[in-house]
C-alpha cells in the first residue's frame, strides 16, 4: 500500500494536487483542509495517502497529516453510505479536531452542514464512529445555532470557541482559524488567532 507521497508540486486546486516524482506526475484528491497547508507550485511537499483501486479506476487520495488519512479510512470503512467523495466533502467543510469533536458529543446539526450531508447521513457518523473517536473533551454550547464546540485544549479549538460565542456558525469560524493559523504559524496563541480571524 502506498502510504505517502513526495515530490514537487506542480499544481493544486481546491480538491487535487498534483505531484511530480521521478518524472511521472500523480493526481491526488484532497480536501480544501489540506489544500490550505500546501506550498506554493515548485516546492517539495509530502502527503499521507490512501489508494482506493476500483475496477474502472485507482484514485490516490492525500492529506496533510496521518491523523486526517487515518479518519478518512475510518469513515469510508465504517459508515454506512459514506464513500470517498463524501468523506472528502466532510473533511474539506471541518477541521479533523472539530469533525471528531462534533462526532464526540453528537453534534447533528454542525455535521449535516457539510454539503451532501443530510440529517440521516450525519446521524450514522455519530452512531458508528463515537466509540472510535475517543476521548470525552469537556464542551461548551454555542449560542447560534446550537452547535457544539470544545471548550478548552488547543488554541485552535478555543479560538473556534469564542468566534462561536460572538455569532459566527462552528464550520465559518473553524474555516476563519484555519486560515489565521496558516498566516500566523502553528505557535499562534489564541488571542493572535482570533484577532486575525475577525479583520
Partial sequence: MITSIQGTLVS???????????????EVSIPVTTAEKLPAPGAQVKLHTLVIYREDAQTMYGFAAPADRDFFRLMIEHVTGVGPKMALSIMSRLSLPLLEEAIRVGDIATLAKCPGIGKKTAERLVVELKSKVGGSGATVAAPAGGSVVPEA???????VAALVALGYKTA????????????????????????????
Fill in 153 to 159: 485544549g488547543s488554541p485552535h479549538r478555543d479560538a
Fill in 172 to 199: 465559518d469560524a473553524d474555516e476563519a482559524v484555519r486560515r489565521s493559523a496558516l498566516t500566523l504559524g502553528p505557535k499562534a496563541t489564541t488571542e493572535a488567532l482570533i484577532k486575525k480571524a475577525l479583520s
Fill in 12 to 26: 493544486a486546486t481546491p480538491l487535487h494536487a498534483v505531484i511530480e516524482v521521478g518524472g511521472f506526475g500523480y
